[in-house]
């Protein structure tokens, strides 16, 4: 190319075009050649193809991205509500455990025994215990 040409360089390859083959008017290299840096793009046809591909990928990646985000904020509400669940059976359960303790054993201080001959638990004193014949 001399240096009376009308040439144009793509932004991503680098690469010098005469406007002639880049088919740019001499109007649109007037525009792309005055412009500032980072306002107006030019790229060359095979890089312009393969820029608009790279967008689309990076777009529905972008998209991928926020979808598993959002089910995993999802998730991790749906999680935390059944572990919250839990507690608050498991709190309910072992109150209810407790009060039967107490039912059954009265207010003096019991072991729980599991006695093989009876097959189930038993509130024992020690003297229940020494009579126990096992």
């Known amino acids: 190319m001399g240096a009376e040409d009308k040439a144009i360089e793509c932004e991503i390859c680098k690469e010098w075009f005469h406007t002639g083959c880049a088919d740019l008017t001499d109007n649109e290299y007037e525009v792309l050649s005055t412009h500032k840096i980072g306002t107006i793009h030019w790229y060359c046809a095979t890089c ?3 820029s608009v591909e790279l967008l689309r990928l990076v777009f529905g990646l972008q998209h991928r991205l926020q979808k598993s985000e959002h089910e995993t904020a999802s ?8 572990f919250s669940k839990l507690d608050s059976e498991y709190e309910a ?4 455990l407790k009060t039967l303790n107490q039912l059954e054993c009265g207010p003096m201080p019991n072991v729980m025994v599991a006695l093989p001959n009876i097959g189930g638990a ?6 229940s215990l020494a009579d126990a014949h096992y």
């Open 75 to 82: 998730l991790k509400r749906k999680t935390h509500a059944k």
């Open 48 to 50: 312009n193809v393969k």
């Open 122 to 127: 038993l509130c024992s004193t020690p003297q």
């Open 93 to 96: 359960v072992s109150e209810d």
